[in-house]
Structures are given as structure tokens and as C-alpha cells.
DNA sequence: GGTTGACCTAGAGCCGACTCAAGCTCCTAG
DNA sequence: CTAGGAGCTTGAGTCGGCTCTAGGTCAACC
């Protein structure tokens, strides 16, 4: 029940978090961080467990492709502490928003690329057998020898 | 039945596929059409509505994050026409992995993120009426105050 | 005949998010 | 004592994907 917050250094963070030792200083840089990062002997920075777990949001907040401002703009209201959590409330659901538009927007896109998967298949699958009309695609998928065309997309 | 392809200008084609005419010549330098765009009167590109859906399907790949070389590649392909059909399968079958696994990063993140919505939604209503003790989250998603650090991921 | 407006080219510029380079300070091990 | 390795700072470079600028052509309209 002691565990007085052991010091990490920029390399053990690097390796935990996964990012790289120039990225944890830039995002410094660009205020990521909701405390001041320490400082240790020789000026070499000095972080903790909390330090990881704030950079662990973080990393998925990118990841679902939140800015770098919006994740400042975060990270500054975290840091002013109790009294704007509606801003924060909104800047998340926002964020929300937007991930789950991005979701849907793949999964459309999901849908054109499986079924060009499937014409090709069915294509190299029908020409590697002689012949034989086994179960077809309704077409429209074959890019470009369409003979005619207007149907390839 | 007629119809003889109407030859589509520059600007029509921004407007009916969204991209810019910059985004068109640009596209088109990168080698992303499939027949070389025609020229007009005056040296003036002309579509048509082949180079349309084309576009298309282009801007459904960019859209799940295909990079502009790997598309290109595609585009090359079909150009050459019958007989590379295995590597367009190879190409679009890697795409569609990554697309499915951008998926879910992206619901993964979106999990922590609905989540904290629910903290802060939880810590607002909780906020607005005097108090007693309605449903609760676990805890842990309160970013800062969390009093005993170590568990605001 | 002057002014739009759409188009052309070549090439520069921009933005986001890193990523690296140069030159320095420490500390530790051999 | 020196070589290696981790860290430091400032500032520049990279990459992907556009986006814009400058300077020009051409056709149409008033």
C-alpha cells in the first residue's frame, strides 16, 4: 500500500506507451500533458503511472482521429479541474459523434470493397474450372472490361 | 438508347463527385484514371460519366484510408486490363483487412469514449439535483480529481 | 473592345503529425 | 580515462494529400 509513485524515465514510458520518445516530447510541447512533466537529476524528465494512463487516453483519442488541438483543448480543461465538465461533456460527445460517423462511413465503404472482393472471386474462380454458370454477382463490379460501359463502379 | 457519352467539363465533374478541380488534376497527374483523360477545344479536359464512376469508387477507397499508391496501383491494373485479377483480389482483400480492423480500433476507442460520456453525464445530472445517490458508474473516468491517482484512465 | 468566367500549366505552399539531426550533458562500466 | 548509452534542446525535415498562385488562353456577352 506504500508504492510512493515510482519515477519513469522518457525511455520506460516510450516502451509502455508504445509511442516514441520524440512523440512524447513533442506532445509535451503541445501541452498533452495534465501536470507539468518533472524534472530529475540533470534535468531528464520524470514521469509517473498517471502519466500513462492520461497518455493511454490519449493514444485512443488519437486513434479515433481527434486532433491535436481538440485533444489540447482536453487536456486544458482536465487540468483547470472541477467547474467545466459540460465543456468536457461536449467536446466528448462531439468527438462521439464524429468516431461513429467515421464508423458508419467505413462500414459503407466496407460493403463496396466486399463485393468487389466477391466478383473477383467468383471471376478467378469460374476461370480456373472450364466453364459452368455456377452462382454469379449481379455484374457491375468488374472495373473496366464492361464492354458497355457506364456500369463499373 | 442513343446517348453518345456527353463529354463533362472539369467544374461538372467537381460538382457531381464533390472533389475540387485542383483534387481532379492533381488525381489525374497521379495517375489515378484509368483512360487518359481526353482533351477539348482549347486543350480543355473532357469526362464522361465512366470517368464518373470511376471516381467514385476512387473516392469510396480514399475514404476508407486506401493511400493514393496503393490506388494507384489499382487504377494501373485495370488499365492493363484481363489477367491480373489475382493481384487486384490480393490488393483489394489487404484493404478490405485493414479497413476491418480500422473498424474496430475505432469501436474500441468509441467504448472508452461513450463511457466517459457517461461519467460526465452521470457527474452533471448528479450535479444538478441536490444529491442522493441514483445509478452510478464504477468510477474511473473522471480524468483528474480522482483524489488517490492511478486510476483516471 | 472590354470584361467576365471557365479553363490551362508549372510550380509553390500548407497542414497535421510526427521524425530526425546536431551538438551537448550526464552517468556507468570496463 | 574513455566509450557507450540515455537523455537534453533547438530547429529543421518528411510525408501524405491536397490547395493555391501566377500568368496565360479562349469564348461569350454587353
Redesign the interface.
Known sequence: MAEV?ASLSIGQIAERTGLSVHTLRFYEQEGLF?SPVRRGPGGRRSY???DV??L??CI??R???MPLPALRRYTDL??E??GN??E??AL??E??GR??S??D??????D???F??GV??D??EQ?GRAAGPGRRRPSGGG???ASR?????
Open positions: 509513485t495534465v509517473t503511472e498517471d494512463d492520461w493511454t487516453v485512443i483519442l486513434a479515433s482521429g482536465v487540468r479541474g472541477a465538465e459540460e468536457r461533456l466528448l460527445r468527438h462521439h468516431v461513429t467515421q464508423i462511413r467505413l462500414t459503407q465503404s466496407l463496396l470493397i466486399t468487389k472482393v473477383y472471386e471471376l478467378l476461370d472495373d473496366v472490361p460501359p457506364g456500369t463499373s463502379a
